[in-house]
């Protein structure tokens, strides 16, 4: 298939000059937007998109059309569409462990009386499928879908400690080693040693690497096999809570997290977050 330009693409839309394709463009459109909550001029998006304002204006129109974007006509600023919205909904309740896990998340926070983590790798970041806390017993959906970093969390850092050596190579070049706090691991010896540590302990920790003040204890949720299939963390503040408390829920969280494995044996759990 020939493009107006006259550029070869294939039946997805991809280049085969080896530049990204239709879709591939669209999605850094929609991460660009996604990366302002308050919504986005196009002329905001043209300063950081590596498109020409042609292409771009007709990758805007095209997720207009598609519901994936909207354009407010009296601010001319662009925001996430709700078919991304069905889209997310879909997704949590299809890809991720998310709804298997929620009742085992409910009942380990209820009996700690603390916030409960379950969450995922997406390409080098820890994705957030789920929060529980038993102070809120209204349902926050907004938590779902969080993104942080892999290198500091407790979460990521368990996530990465269980990769086969091949997917840990590949996750290692993507982490940006920003100091966040005085507790960060800032290269790629450092936190070599804090996943071999976590693999010889079974479990990791949040030192106040991410956030001053909130720490955690975070542990895998493993297949029969060996494979993590997420990672769920006890966090605390330490203003209240010391490390060595939340440690002591360990016994209580490998349990939880092999309830969750169990349950998930017949899930046919997707491999694109190892990607």
């Known amino acids: 298939m020939q493009m107006a330009d006259g550029k070869a693409q294939d039946a997805l839309g991809n280049d085969r000059t080896g530049g990204p394709g239709t879709v591939a463009k669209a999605l850094e459109v929609l991460d660009a937007v996604a990366a302002h909550p308050k919504g986005v001029r196009f002329s905001e998006l043209q300063i950081t998109s590596r498109y020409p304002k042609a292409t771009l204006y007709r990758l805007v129109q095209t997720l207009v059309k598609e519901g994936m974007l909207v354009l407010n006509p009296e601010t001319n600023i662009y925001t996430l569409g709700v078919r991304l919205v069905r889209l997310a909904h879909a997704a949590w309740g299809q890809s991720s462990l998310a709804p298997i896990a929620r009742p085992h998340l409910d009942r380990l926070s209820a009996a700690l009386s603390e916030t409960v983590h379950l969450a995922q790798l997406d390409h080098g970041q820890v994705l957030y499928v789920d929060k529980r ?18 290198y500091c969390t407790g979460v990521g850092k368990v996530l990465l400690a269980y990769l086969e050596p091949d997917a840990l190579e590949q996750m290692l070049p993507q982490q940006s080693f920003h100091r966040f ?73 490998r349990a939880a997290a092999q309830r969750i494995a169990d349950d998930a044996q017949a899930w046919r759990f997707p491999d694109s977050a190892q990607r």
């Open 181 to 253: 706090t005085s507790h960060t691991l800032t290269d790629r010896n450092s936190l070599s040693a804090e996943l071999a540590a976590i693999r010889a302990r079974g479990y990791g920790f949040d030192r106040e690497e991410h956030e001053p003040g909130i720490i955690c204890v975070a542990m895998p949720v493993l297949t029969a096999s060996g494979r993590c299939l997420a990672a769920l963390s006890v966090t605390g503040l330490t203003a209240r809570v010391s490390l060595a408390a939340l440690e002591e829920h360990v016994p209580l969280m």
């Open 133 to 150: 806390n038993a102070a809120e017993t209204v349902e926050m959906y907004s938590q779902a879908g969080k993104v942080g970093p892999a």
